[in-house]
């Protein structure tokens, strides 16, 4: 099965810098890989989202890039604001039978103002 | 996108009874899941539910501990049954839309918050 590993768990970062969030998947077969940010009592909402065909996306602040060979994929939030500050987390969802939705353990960012 | 109704919101229940959960979206919508996210953790898939056909659990989760319906394509329930201290968690309904499985964005419901007395 589809194995997600999400680093780092913890991110604490000052107002107007980036942050980076890695994941890395072991099955070759998955071929879209979003991003969902969680605020404290919320629920969990899609911020961005690539499919294996592109490299990168981008979308204002938030930016998503993917290395397909290395199987990995990489979330960056630049000049990070307070509200940034939430759970996010990646997935790697393999469209089985079966089904299988594997998400990261999540990556605590906080940014301090 | 598709609004989501998940209820009930919050409940504290005693051990050994059952708690049953409902998902109502405003529109069609392709797939049905249920998720548990204890706190602090991530969120693992109990199962798919399918429209008019038995739900296909993950491992680790099983239909009668967690019996799920979906009679058309905008309802689903979930119970947790025989309720034990070890079900306090938050459960959470997802939906997508077109495509054909978990190659969509998934849309959450707000969680239903369960303890256990």
């Known amino acids: 099965g589809e194995n997600v590993e999400q680093h780092p768990s913890t991110l604490s970062v000052q107002e107007g810098d980036s942050a980076v969030i890695k994941c890395t998947y072991s099955?070759?077969?998955?071929?879209?890989f979003p991003w969902y940010k969680q605020e404290l009592g919320k629920r969990p909402q899609l911020i961005i989202d690539?499919?294996?065909?592109?490299g990168e996306k981008k979308d204002q602040r938030i930016a998503v890039t993917l290395n397909k060979t290395a199987k990995h994929f990489s979330l960056h939030i630049t000049e990070t604001q307070p509200e940034d500050s939430a759970v996010y987390f990646c997935?790697?969802?393999?469209?089985?039978?079966?089904?299988?939705?594997?998400f990261g353990d999540g990556t605590t960012l906080t940014v301090k103002p | 996108s598709a609004v989501i109704s998940q209820k009930p919101s919050r409940d504290i229940c005693q051990r050994g009874t059952s708690l049953t959960i409902q998902c109502q979206v405003d529109?069609?919508?392709?797939?049905m899941f249920w998720y548990r996210q204890q706190p602090g953790q991530s969120l693992t898939l109990i199962a798919t539910?399918?429209?008019?056909?038995?739900?296909?659990?993950e491992s680790g989760f099983v239909i009668d501990k967690f019996p799920i319906s979906r009679p058309n394509l905008t309802f689903s329930t979930l119970t947790v049954s025989n309720l034990s201290p070890e079900d306090s968690s938050i459960y959470l309904c997802?939906?997508?839309?077109?495509?054909?499985?978990?190659?969509?964005?998934?849309?959450f419901g707000d969680g239903t918050r369960l303890s256990i007395l």
């Open positions: 997802s939906v997508t839309i077109g495509g054909s499985g978990f190659d969509q964005p998934q849309h």
């Open positions: 099955d070759s077969a998955s071929n879209y």
């Open positions: 529109s069609q919508v392709t797939m």
């Open positions: 539910a399918n429209q008019g056909s038995e739900a296909t659990y």
């Open positions: 690539i499919r294996s065909n592109v």
């Open positions: 997935a790697a969802p393999r469209n089985t039978n079966a089904g299988k939705s594997t």
